[in-house]
Each structure stands twice: as structure tokens, then as C-alpha cells.
């Protein structure tokens, strides 16, 4: 599956690829919002999947979410919001947007997995 | 009984503030050690006749073995130095003090530095709690490093400094920052835990950024305890600060609270400064 994985975090990043690259996932790195825009127009093919972190420079994750629900070309890729917006107002809010997946942070890596492969086999 | 520990303090400098402070205050006086223990003391007073660079380096030692505890470092001089004190000050030191002061100065000087820090009231622990909740889970889930809490306490004038600092910005009903500051040695053990390779794997990148997430994680988390309160606040994106042992400063009007916490034999500290919102504006 092709994921994109945006977190203003390297470490974050690089955390989701040492889990995911062994599954046999392909991982495309979005250092804030308005690269995710940039790879989906750019791109040759669409994502099976996105995992975004919610405060991040340029766009945020709420942001890229909002807009990528209104666009037709876009708004089937399910989206995982990975982020240290813990409490639940933010939780439900990004729920609503239409993110599939709510991770908070700190995460254990079969929270991660187990959330992808629910959503990727649903 | 207050505890006091000198070091390089001859035996008639040792003998003199043992007259001076009484039977109230437990003296040790030894030569300096590198890696001596020193959490146990109040108050650290290093004796020096000049201001060569090993002065600098054995306050810096000091400051580095006080684990950030809230142990005042002090400079013993013969006589008052005209030279700038503030290369003491930058190495840890909180005062310069000369022995030819009157003795009551010195009496009194030295005893203002061995009262205890304020510690916290029941309704400041409301806030500092989920952060140290916060702190012990992403060091578990993200690094598999059991830590522990040791203590918090408020930090007036301490010195507070380390090699790698992360901040945060907190804005909304409640507005503050959360700092957490480590040394080198722990700052890339936590790395390269959560990445699961050697401390020689991870980068100067790498570690910036890392700090910067945790503190992150740190304060998301605690987000979620402190809703409907008036400390709810929202984040900011983190800055790190880097620099073998940079202070970190406040505003003098600031309250800032100091959690100490230990992994094995190292140290770290999580400083919250957080003051809250208006009842009508907290969410």
C-alpha cells in the first residue's frame, strides 16, 4: 500500500517507516500540510492511505483534512489523524471532518498497525 | 538541620563557617570530585582564590551533579573580586561571595540559601500532575524507559541548566510554556531507544527534532487531563535549544514549576509554567 506519512517530526516519521516498511507498506514523507497538497498533485498515483499529525507548519492537519473532504478527486483516501491533540473535543472534531482514524501520541506500534490494517481492510 | 557541602574550603575556611553557621548546619568539607554525589546537600559552596578555567569547569561539574535538584552553588572568594562574576553565573554558580564580608553578612547569605524551595499547594498540583503522568508515559510507550518522578519544586532564582532543551508555547484559556532539559548522554539514550538502533546511529537532526516531539507528546497529553479546567491551553509548534549547558531563563514574574525526573543513574528536568485562564474564558 502507498501511505503517505506527514508530521512536521522526523522522528515521528521515521517511527511510522520502521513500522510500516517491513509490512510491505511504500512510504511517501510530508514535512507539514502543504507538501501533502503537493504530493497528491504531483503524484502519479493516489495514496491507499494518509497519516497526518495535527499541528504542523504551513497547513495543519485539520486544515489539509477539511480541504481534501471537499475535493472529489481526493476525499476517498481514508485519513488517519496521528497527533498530540489528546482530548476528545479535538478527537471528535477531526472525526467529523471525516478523518477514519484518531492515533494520539505517545502511540504503541500495534495501535498503529492494528488502526491501518482496520481501516485499509474495511 | 540544614546540610552543607564545601569543597577545596581549607581547614581554617571550613573551621570559620563551621563557628558562623552552628550546630544547625551539617558541614562536609573535601577536596573537589568530578562525579561526587551531591543531592543529599542543601547548599554547595566551591573555595577558589582565582578566577582560572578550572574554576568554571569544577562549577560546571557541580551544577551537572546536582541532578537538577534545587541545590544553590556558591563561589567562596578570599576577598571581593573586581572582575566580572558573571562567567560564575553562566557556569551555574548562584552567588559569589567574599569571606572578608562582615560575619554576619556571611551567616545570613549563606542561610538564605539553605531554606528549602516552596513546594507546591494542593490546587497547583491539579495542573502539574498530568504532567508528570504525561512525562512517565511517553517515556514508557515511546522508549520502553521506566522513569521516576523525584520531585518538583518551584524555581525562583535556580540555575537550570543542560545540553538540549525542548519548548513549548501554550496559548488559550491558560498561556505558558513547558520546557523539558537533558544532557547529552540521556538526551540520545531516549532517542535512539524509540528508534531502536545505537546512540552512534542517531544524528544531530535526529536529536533536535526528537527532544522537540517529546515535549510535544508531553504536553498533548496532558491536554487531555486538564479539559474543562481553566489550564486547558492549546499547543504551538516546539523549538529546541541546544548547547552544552545553556541556561534556560524566565520571566521574573513567571511561576515556574521544576519536575525532576531519574532514569537509572541520569536526570532530567520538566519545567510548567502555567498560569491560568479567567473562569469565563477557561473551556
Request: hydrophobic share 40%; with cysteine; aromatic share 8%.
Amino acid at each position: 500500500m502507498k501511505v503517505i506519512v506527514a508530521d512536521d517530526s522526523m522522528l515521528t516519521r521515521r517511527i511510522v517507516i520502521k513500522y510500516l516498511e517491513p509490512l510491505g507498506h511504500s512510504i511517501l514523507q510530508a514535512a507539514n500540510g502543504g507538501e501533502v497538497v503537493d504530493i497528491l498533485n504531483t503524484g502519479d498515483s493516489t495514496p491507499d492511505l494518509i497519516l497526518m499529525d495535527w499541528n504542523m507548519p504551513v497547513l495543519d492537519g485539520f486544515q489539509v483534512l477539511q480541504m481534501l473532504g471537499k475535493d472529489n478527486r481526493y476525499k476517498a483516501i481514508p485519513i488517519i489523524m496521528l497527533t498530540s491533540e489528546s482530548d476528545d473535543a479535538n478527537r471528535e472534531k477531526a472525526l467529523s471532518a471525516g478523518a477514519k482514524g484518531y492515533i494520539t501520541k505517545p502511540f504503541a506500534p500495534e495501535d498503529l498497525i492494528n488502526t491501518i490494517n482496520d481501516i485499509l481492510n474495511s | 538541620m540544614s546540610t552543607l557541602l564545601l569543597n577545596d574550603c581549607s581547614d581554617k575556611v571550613t573551621e570559620k563557617l563551621s563557628q558562623l553557621l552552628g550546630k544547625n548546619t551539617r558541614i562536609v568539607s573535601t577536596p573537589f570530585q568530578e562525579n561526587r554525589d551531591i543531592c543529599e546537600f542543601d547548599l554547595v559552596a566551591l573555595y577558589s582564590d582565582n578566577a582560572a578555567g578550572d574554576t568554571l569547569e569544577k562549577i560546571k561539574h557541580l551544577r551537572f551533579s546536582t541532578k537538577f535538584r534545587n541545590i544553590p552553588i556558591i563561589l567562596l572568594q578570599p576577598e571581593k573580586s573586581p572582575r566580572s562574576n558573571r562567567p560564575f553565573f553562566s557556569s551555574g554558580a548562584m552567588e559569589t561571595l567574599a569571606l572578608s564580608e562582615p560575619p554576619e553578612a556571611l551567616v545570613q547569605i549563606l542561610q538564605s540559601h539553605m531554606i528549602p524551595g516552596r513546594k507546591p499547594r494542593e490546587k497547583e498540583m491539579e495542573y502539574l500532575n498530568p504532567f508528570i503522568s504525561s512525562t512517565k508515559d511517553v517515556f514508557s510507550t515511546m522508549a520502553s524507559m521506566d522513569i521516576d518522578f523525584r520531585q518538583v519544586y518551584f524555581q525562583n532564582e535556580h540555575r537550570m541548566l543542560g545540553d538540549i532543551s525542548g519548548v513549548i508555547g501554550l496559548s488559550g484559556a491558560a498561556e505558558g510554556t513547558v520546557v523539558i532539559t537533558l544532557y547529552w548522554e540521556l538526551a540520545q539514550q531516549v532517542i535512539s531507544s524509540i528508534m531502536g538502533v545505537t546512540t552512534e546511529e542517531i544524528s544531530p537532526e535526529l536529536l533536535n527534532d526528537g527532544i522537540g516531539e517529546i515535549i510535544n507528546m508531553i504536553s498533548g497529553s496532558a491536554k487531555r487531563y486538564l479539559t474543562d479546567t481553566q489550564f486547558y491551553f492549546q499547543l504551538s509548534l516546539p523549538t529546541v535549544i541546544l548547547g552544552w549547558q545553556h541556561e534556560i531563563g524566565h520571566p521574573e514574574s513567571s511561576n515556574v514549576a521544576v519536575l525532576v525526573f531519574d532514569y537509572e543513574d541520569k536526570s532530567f528536568a520538566v519545567q510548567v509554567s502555567l498560569t491560568p485562564g479567567k473562569g469565563d474564558n477557561a473551556k
